[in-house]
């Protein structure tokens, strides 16, 4: 008998031939297997405490419901922009979430496309709706906040009102962002609406800050961390704030007391869009509608200072506290122009830096 013929021979062969077609058909199959491959989608939000929350508490749980890799690009608000702006036509962002003024920049520049019907729009506050193409997903107010230790000890009455911020008793005692900062920008309007101008007539708002606020203004701080220090050191006793930063000082036990003048706190929203075009317009469309869901509404107000846009929310009341939450505190919101503003925006910064800021 041949031994190369017995079966016994060839069996150590048989494993081989079968890893080989195996080796073949997935070789085969590679055409194909891109389908299958885990789409990736690219999420731009700012970075910091913003984005370790998403990171950790939000993006998993979409992940794993839609089978997707969310990548989270993080700049400021004007960076995204200018991402947007150099990519136009080949973007790599799927999803842009950017403070309103520069969203609204976007909408100008046509960088968002239309948002896809869905029942959770319906359970938006009217404020949310920003465009077609963009949405609120959550919303801070620009107001006051002080020093309420540094009030009592000079039996001072608390501030209500913008008018506040011209009392001579503050005279080098004010903490002001510039009108490159968001907080700054609105103060300049709604002086400029207190003096009988507006966004379309600022020149009462530039005078005000001027000659009103200008003498009790120790500093224009830019930076909200820099900010706090000057707060915590004693430096300023009172500043214009935002809701969500004012939470972020209050963490650390400081006394500060966050107010909203009886003329009416400004909303500063967090808005979203899909952008145009997108490899992923779909999923895009998706994680927005996820981000209204109350359950991400409920982890960014708990976490990160952002008042619900939607209206289902239920927060605790020490939660609540933080932010213009419910109906009556965000409708009373103010809402500036930002078609407006973004149209003599660098116009505003120049004379700024030669009028105000000296």
Known sequence: MNSHNSPSATSPFRPLSRLAAAVTLALA???SGAAFAEPTLYVAGVGGSTEQMYKTKV???FEKQHNVKVVYVAGNSTETLAKLQAQKGRQQINVAMMDDGPMYQALQMGLCAKLSDAPIYKDLYPLARISPEATGIGVVATGIGYNEEAFKQRGWTPPDSWEDLTNPRYKQLLGMPPVTNTYGL???VQMARLRG???KNIDPGFKALKDEIGPNVLAWVS???EMDGMMQNGDVVMAVYGSGRAVALQGT??????IYPKEGGIALQVAACGITPNAQPELS???IQYVLSPQ?????????GFAPVNQTVTLEPEIAARMPYGPEKVNALIQVDWDTINQQRSEWTTRWNRTVER
């Not at 036990?253 to 966050?258: A, R, V, W």
């Open 29 to 31: 199959g590679l055409g």
């Open 253 to 258: 036990g400081f006394p500060l007391k966050f």
């Open 296 to 304: 991400v509404q409920e982890i960014q107000a708990r976490e990160n």
């Open 59 to 61: 993006i998993p749980a």
């Open 285 to 287: 469309q998706q994680f």
């Open 197 to 199: 101008g507006g966004e």
């Open 223 to 225: 930076a909200p961390g």
């Open 186 to 188: 609105h103060t300049l």
